[in-house]
């Protein structure tokens, strides 16, 4: 029998995110059409664009009563009254009541501001009454920081949240593997981190996509087991991140996994948005519950 604790896939896809382009209008005519209201979605960074575009992408989803969470790169920003600017359009024309502030990649700041922890401290977004903040996790390390370096940046913006008041929350990179999803979760519960957290997942592409973008954006454990494990790797081209969700549902049955704070799914377009929402809407739609013998 499937434990009480244990949900199914279908449940797991009760709250979903996606992340979207700004800009991109064929993108947000797909959001806009077929996103159920209230649907969460962010809005990337795209280093070298101008942010403050992303005020209008983000006034268009929310008139259609999406939620938004816009992405912040603290690196990228060029100084303290850009992200003012920012921050004031975001919620004045916008109507935006949360955002995802991330390091941003890039070796040298543009600006003043180092890591997302040097956004919260300024209150530019407190002030503009956005309380709403969720933070990046990386459960199988970033390539470009020491692993101790980010479990003491994550502990610094919790403590931070908690001073502050400010409704934190975590959304990781994307992961092809169940295994450090799940060891990541207990080693954040064990450190007193209890901030829900959405799991990322890339959405169904082509396994050359796949790889492709774990390359980039250095998901070494995962990358192993695409070239590794070419049966396991065939079935997430075939049928989506649908082969980890039961991994990670078969590691629940050891876990409270209320006590692990998943608090929803987030996803990453590579293969398209229109292709990820139907694999959702198929994935809820059958009994996809995982039993055990």
């Not at 700041?109 to 996790?137: H, M």
């Not at 970033?142 to 692993?147: D, F, K, S, V």
């Amino acid at each position: 029998m499937r434990a009480m604790s244990e949900p199914s896939v279908a449940e797991m896809l009760r709250d979903y995110s996606v992340e979207l382009v700004p800009g991109d209008s064929k993108l947000l005519d797909v959001a806009v059409n077929r996103l159920p209201s209230r649907a969460l979605v962010s809005l990337t960074w795209i280093p070298g664009s101008d942010p403050i575009q992303m005020i209008a992408s983000a006034a268009r989803l929310r008139r259609a009563g999406l939620l938004v969470m816009p992405h912040i790169g603290a690196r990228h920003l060029r100084s303290v009254a850009q992200l003012e600017q920012l921050a004031e359009g975001l919620m004045g024309e916008a109507g935006v009541d949360r955002v995802l502030i991330i390091g941003g990649d890039r070796a040298t700041p543009a600006g003043p501001f180092d890591s997302s922890l040097a956004i919260l401290r300024t209150g530019v977004f407190q002030r503009v009454g956005i309380y709403r903040v969720a933070v990046a996790g990386f459960p199988e390390g970033n390539p470009h920081i020491p692993p101790q370096i980010l479990d003491q940046a994550l502990a610094e913006k919790v403590e931070f949240a908690r001073a502050e008041g400010l409704e934190l929350s975590i959304v990781t990179q994307f992961c092809f593997a169940a295994a450090p999803i799940m060891s990541w979760l207990r080693r954040l519960r064990a450190r007193n981190i209890d901030v829900p957290v959405r799991v990322g997942l890339a959405g169904p592409a082509g396994l050359v996509t796949l790889v492709r973008y774990a390359m980039r954006c250095g998901v070494g454990n995962s990358l192993h087991v695409l070239t590794e494990n070419p049966s396991f790797a065939r079935a997430l081209a075939d049928r989506g991140p649908e082969p980890i969700l039961r991994e990670m549902i078969a590691s629940m049955s050891n876990d409270n996994s209320e006590q692990l704070g998943v608090a929803g799914l987030h996803f990453y377009l590579f293969g398209g948005l229109s292709k990820t929402l139907d694999w959702i809407d198929s994935a809820r739609s059958r009994k996809a519950a995982y039993t055990h013998t």
